[in-house]
């Protein structure tokens, strides 16, 4: 028997909780297609992300640890699949849409420029006039402009479901009135896991990036409340972390986090008691969420990992040098737009030349970034 998509979304509304995004009631496209017929329209939005030029550089940006320190750490890329993987888990236990979320997850960080927020910040800086530069911000646009793979539209023509989980993504800037979606709604279920997904995944995986560089002791790690309660879970009282212990602890903490987010979900929904879609989304607080009891934990974490991985002098060293490495290379085009490939060259009468470097060089990985470096300054590498 082949199950094709009729029979995809209605096996889908059978598991689906009655307030997640069911795709037979999908808004469609901006641009109407006629869907395939053995995927739904959300694994369509996935698979476009999966084979988009975006998402497949995103091998080679940073993470916290830029690419020529070593294979064993993060990259963007393998950051974005471990976000899916936690998220998929989430929607799978609270009867949420798993498709929905893969994609929001897989396209959270597609506008992020080379050496990860050293890159941004100085983007942000050099973009001023033109309103600066934000990667979840970039991530839209990418999906919805930059994108060039269809004769009849620019980007991806995704779902307005998956759009607007891309553009409520967890940040200080307001993409509501870029985007169109209205400011004073929550965003769906789907794109609320995608959300703390993303921060758990970060979180974990960042100290674990930190353990296997030896930039903080245990020592310094047992001032921490959640560092002690998962070592207890892990029953682990060592004195020394070797690589078996460390990928235990980590597990650990993803487990912890994991279930509290479960079980403190499980708590507002019954509270909230939505019965819809739109229940969800007029809600004064977001439903998917961290317990009280955890959140101060979390918090400690996230203020360890700032003072003692993000401002560790390696890590800062790093930072200045690829924050060098595309000023420079910025101002140049500036300079002298001419060395923009012709592509680029073209758009500089319709659009901000600022913003159309930006773009150029938000679409470069860590590698590229530095080929081009050398290429505008390097007098011994051919142009």
């Known amino acids: 028997m082949v199950i094709n998509r009729p029979r995809l979304e209605h096996n889908e509304a059978q598991v689906l909780a009655p307030w997640a995004v069911h795709v037979q009631n999908s808004r469609g496209r901006v641009h109407h297609e006629t869907e395939p017929k053995y995927r739904t329209a959300f694994q369509r ?9 975006a998402f497949r550089r995103l091998e080679y940006k940073t993470q916290v640890f830029v690419n020529d320190e070593g294979d064993y750490y993060r990259t963007r890329l393998t950051h974005t699949l471990e976000v899916a993987q936690i998220g998929r888990t989430l929607a799978r236990a609270l009867a949420a849409n798993e498709d929905l979320v893969e994609v929001i997850c897989l396209a959270h960080d ?38 060039d793979r269809y004769p009849n539209w620019k980007g991806l023509n995704l779902t307005y479901e998956t759009l607007e989980g891309i553009a409520k993504h967890e940040t200080e800037y307001d993409l509501s009135p870029i985007t169109g979606f ?19 995944a970060y979180n974990a ?104 991985m993000y401002f560790h002098f390696r890590v800062i060293r790093m930072a200045r040098r690829a924050a060098q490495f595309v000023e420079q290379v910025f101002t140049s085009y500036l300079r002298e737009p001419r060395q923009l490939p012709r592509e680029y060259q073209a758009q500089l ?5 600022r913003r159309v470097i930006a773009d150029y060089i938000a679409s470069m990985t860590d590698r590229g970034a530095l080929l081009e470096y050398q290429r505008l300054f390097d007098p011994l590498t051919r142009p």
């Open 45 to 53: 939005d996935r698979d476009r992300i999966v084979h988009s030029a």
């Open 110 to 147: 597609l506008g992020h420029p080379p050496f990860g927020h050293a890159g941004e910040g100085v983007l942000n800086s050099l973009t001023q006039e033109c309103g600066g530069f934000n990667h979840n911000h970039q991530s839209y646009r990418v999906v919805t402009q930059l994108e």
């Open 349 to 353: 009468t319709e659009r901000h030349p």
């Open 182 to 200: 209205d400011p004073s709604q929550q965003g769906s279920i789907e794109a609320q896991i995608a959300n703390i997904a993303d921060e758990l």
């Open 205 to 308: 995986h960042d100290l674990d990036d930190g353990l296997q560089a030896g930039l903080f002791s245990l020592e310094s790690l047992n001032e921490l409340e959640i560092w002690r309660r998962i070592a207890d879970s892990a029953g682990w009282h060592g004195t020394t972390l070797d690589e078996m212990s460390r990928h235990l602890l980590i597990r650990e903490l993803i487990g912890l986090q994991v279930d509290d987010v479960l079980q403190e979900t499980v708590r507002r929904i019954e509270q909230a008691s939505p019965h819809s879609l739109q229940d969800v989304q007029r809600q004064p607080d977001k439903l998917i969420s961290h317990s009280a009891e955890l959140q101060p934990l979390n918090r400690a974490l996230k203020d360890f990992l700032y003072q003692n």
